[in-house]
């Protein structure tokens, strides 16, 4: 029903900032979550931050609050992660996520859609 494509991971140095998007396509449903989880080598795969496409609500990970931004486009049904401040322990593939849910949750099972994943490195 949605298809996810993200991009914008790159090689950042500590300190710096990324910007990721993610646009969906296909058959989006009325009430939905979107946002992003990261994986690093060896690791779970981590709940970085969900939005609530209708209200705009956003619930971050204590390790990237007051870093990390969330934001939504619903006219191009794009979702934005800003990424500033960023350590070396950021490094990950990010993945955006979404599923056909009514609030935010923090466990990857709970997610139907994903993208392929982007890259993000963060250098000393």
């Known amino acids: 029903q949605v298809q996810l494509v993200e991009s914008g991971g790159g090689l950042v140095q500590a300190g710096g900032s990324l910007r990721l998007s993610c646009v969906a396509s296909g058959r989006t449903p009325t009430k939905y979550v979107m946002g992003w989880f990261r994986q690093a080598p060896g690791k779970e795969r981590e709940f970085v931050v969900g939005?609530?496409?209708?209200?705009?609500?956003?619930r971050y990970a204590d390790s990237v609050v007051d870093r990390f931004t969330i934001s939504r486009d619903g006219a191009k049904n794009t979702v934005y992660l800003q990424m500033n401040s960023l350590k070396p322990e950021d490094t990950a593939v990010y993945y955006c996520?979404?599923?056909?849910?009514?609030?935010?949750?923090?466990?990857?099972?709970?997610?139907?859609?994903w993208g392929q994943g982007t890259q993000v490195t963060v250098s000393s």
């Open positions: 939005i609530d496409w209708s209200s705009g609500s956003a």
């Open positions: 996520t979404a599923a056909n849910l009514g609030f935010i949750v923090t466990s990857p099972g709970h997610y139907d859609y």
